[in-house]
């Protein structure tokens, strides 16, 4: 081992009592004690704190998120980045709105029902309101009661649902019908003309304009007997 | 022991026990603990730092943390003496760690005869003498404390284990042990 790391002494060091009285202070024990403690509880505090603080702020941003989240359900906001993109008339972004309507036999509308529980928009900036028909639900459905006809060149006998999606454009007028089950060519041209021959609607609305509303809706063939 | 000796103890160990409760509460009351354990937790200090100054330093240091830490004390556990040796060992440590000055090793001839006894009776005695040191700067600190409580201050395998925080079997087969180690070191030294 060259570097020495002990320090060897052959007599312990020599240490008179008096010294050793001389080194004893133990007011000088108890006050670096009392400081000690003082800082620990100053940490203490600053510490909790701290801790309510951020327990404080978060709670505060819960809260607001909650508050944003249900502003959020209230306000019907368009969805502009799903512009319908079929080759028809009108390359417009349209507002999708779900109706299921089934016709035959008339029943207390689904729409309606969804309409008593849609929510109210919360804030005046941005008012969307739906497109309806001028006439109200009811004489739709009536509509469709009365005039949506079983095909009489049907080769095969079937009974079912066609269910289609149309934009009611800022006009009221249908346009861009889209079949999302289909029974046959024949009921597709039934669906066609009973859609095109509906009573009036009022366009949806955004801030008072009138924009292009996406429409579902599905209509029951089913032979009588 | 006389009678009056057994009494005198007695009477020792149940104001120190009273001294010690009180103290968890009122810090004023460590004031006789402090005065009967000043002059020993020094000296155990002193034999391992070599300076006064430094020593008494440490030692209130010692002190500051034992009052500190006093409500973790547990009457029935170890005695308080070996408590405070174990926090003035550490202290010593922690010492030797964050600084460079070199650590002290007090080798009376009284202290090594017994470890030259259990170590190598095969060399001389001038041999020994010479080599020993050499063969301690081999050790690691903790062994070299063991080697020291001990041997060097010549105390029970129990409040070896007490001071160093181990059971007294484990004192013991580790003690063999690094005397087996100091053995093979003596052997190859020149």
Known sequence: MKSKKLN??????????????????????????????????????????????????????????????????????????????????????????????????????KKLEQRETAPVPATPADVY???????????????????????SDVANAVEGDVAVTFVLNRNGKPEQIKFINSLGPEFDTEVIRVINNMPEWKPATQNG??????????FTFSIKK | MTEEKQTEQTSTAISEKDAIARSKTDPNAFRPLYEAYFKRILLFVLHRVGD?????????????????????????????????????????TDFFRKNTKMRTVVLEESSIKELYEDLTEEQSWSEWERKLPLVLEHLPPEDLQLIELRYFEQRPFKEVS?????????????????????????????
């Open chain 2, 162 to 190: 007490e001071i160093m925080g181990l059971t007294e079997t484990n004192t013991k087969v580790r003690a063999y042990r690094i005397l087996e180690k100091m053995k093979k070191i003596f052997l190859q030294r020149k």
């Open chain 1, 129 to 151: 309101v739906e497109a309806e028909p001028v006439n109200g639900y009811e004489d739709l459905y009536a509509y469709f009661e009365k005039e949506l006809k079983y095909p």
């Open chain 2, 52 to 92: 006064k100054q430094l020593a008494a330093d440490i030692t209130q240091q010692v002190f500051l943390n034992a009052l500190s830490n006093i409500g973790k004390y547990q009457l029935r556990g170890l005695p308080f003496s070996s408590w405070l040796f174990r926090i003035a060992s550490n202290q010593c």
């Open chain 1, 8 to 109: 060897v002494m052959k007599t312990r060091p020599d240490i008179s009592d008096a010294e050793i009285q001389s080194m004893m202070d133990f007011d000088k024990v108890l006050q670096l004690h009392k400081t000690a403690r003082r800082s620990r509880s100053i940490m203490m505090i600053i510490g909790s704190g701290v801790i309510i603080a951020l327990i404080v702020g978060w709670a505060i941003l819960n809260r607001d998120e909650k508050e944003t989240t249900t502003n959020d359900t209230n306000v019907i906001v368009p969805d502009k980045k799903e512009p319908i993109t079929e080759p028809q008339s009108e390359q417009e972004p349209v507002q999708k709105e779900e109706k299921k309507v089934v016709t035959k036999p008339v029943e207390v509308p």
């Open chain 1, 209 to 218: 304009k009138p924009v292009p509303a996406k429409i579902s809706q599905s």
